[in-house]
């Protein structure tokens, strides 16, 4: 879900996680990353439309990914 709203944008969107940071365009970056909840990841957008896919991004965050609370 993550990779796919990504990669509406053109800006470069990379994921860091203790220290070890992937692309967030890659579905195998982001597995590799196994995120688990509650973890603290730094999200890092760059280029013309950064600021849409940031509030993109953290909007599936914030709603949870869809899941049923």
């Known amino acids: 879900m993550i990779v796919r709203e990504a ?3 053109a800006s ?5 996680k203790d220290g ?4 967030g365009k890659s579905i195998i970056g982001v ?4 995120a688990e909840q509650g973890a603290e ?8 439309d ?5 509030d993109a991004i953290a ?5 949870g990914f869809g899941e049923v609370k």
């Open 12 to 16: 470069d969107f990379f994921i860091e």
């Open 31 to 34: 597995m590799t990353l196994a």
């Open 20 to 23: 070890y940071e992937i692309n």
């Open 50 to 54: 950064e600021v849409a896919a940031a």
């Open 41 to 48: 990841l730094v999200l890092l957008f760059e280029g013309d």
């Open 59 to 63: 909007a599936l965050f914030e709603e």
């Open 7 to 9: 990669s509406r944008f």
